[in-house]
């Protein structure tokens, strides 16, 4: 009698250790939940708004912002092949061709054709390389010279251009 209990005790510890093992080795199920961040992450093509001290712009959520004083650049993620900068310098002087570029351009007439560009009511100087996409705009207001340069390994050059003037426009 007591083989026989001892030997159901070593039947049911054994058929226990086998649930246990075949529950370990089967996948987990259930739900993942997180505690998101303060600010949501934006879905691709939102726009993220980049509020400074003294200046603001908003950009697509396609690119990585990082900030360098008193310029941004705006580096895109893996898979888009553009980038940004964006520049803003106190000068003394109102004549735009005392912006540093203005001039260069304005002399290789071969490289660079020359439009004028608006931000809000200001006007300004925008250049475009020929043979590669790089859009350059230059703009004076309030005693400071802001400028956007963007180039893109890209043939998308009317949505590449409509994507700068969007950011021109949402400059503050």
């Known amino acids: 009698?007591?083989?026989?209990?001892?030997?159901?005790?070593?039947?049911?510890?054994?058929?226990?250790?086998?649930?246990?093992?075949?529950?370990?080795?089967?996948?987990?199920?259930?739900?993942?939940?997180?505690?998101?961040?303060?600010?949501?992450?934006?879905?691709?093509?939102?726009?993220?708004?980049?509020?400074?001290?003294?200046?603001?712009?908003?950009?697509?959520?396609?690119?990585?912002?990082?900030?360098?004083?008193?310029?941004?650049?705006?580096?895109?993620?893996?898979?888009?092949?553009?980038?940004?900068?964006?520049?803003?310098n106190k000068v003394k002087s109102a004549d735009i061709e005392d912006i540093s570029g203005v001039l260069m351009r304005r002399v290789k007439k071969a490289e660079y054709t020359e439009s004028t560009i608006n931000w809000g009511e200001t006007e300004g100087i925008m250049f475009e390389h020929i043979g590669s996409f790089e859009l350059t705009a230059f703009f004076l207001k309030d005693g400071r010279a802001v400028t956007v340069a963007m180039t893109a390994n890209s043939n998308d050059n009317s949505g590449l251009r409509d994507e700068f003037q969007k950011l021109v426009d949402s400059m503050e």
């Open 1 to 88: 009698m007591m083989k026989e209990k001892w030997l159901w005790r070593l039947v049911i510890l054994v058929i226990v250790g086998a649930v246990v093992i075949y529950f370990m080795k089967s996948p987990a199920k259930g739900k993942i939940s997180y505690q998101p961040n303060k600010f949501p992450t934006p879905s691709p093509m939102e726009f993220i708004r980049y509020d400074g001290d003294d200046f603001s712009f908003a950009y697509e959520n396609k690119y990585e912002l990082s900030e360098n004083g008193s310029s941004w650049q705006l580096i895109g993620k893996s898979g888009v092949m553009s980038q940004i900068v964006i520049s803003v």
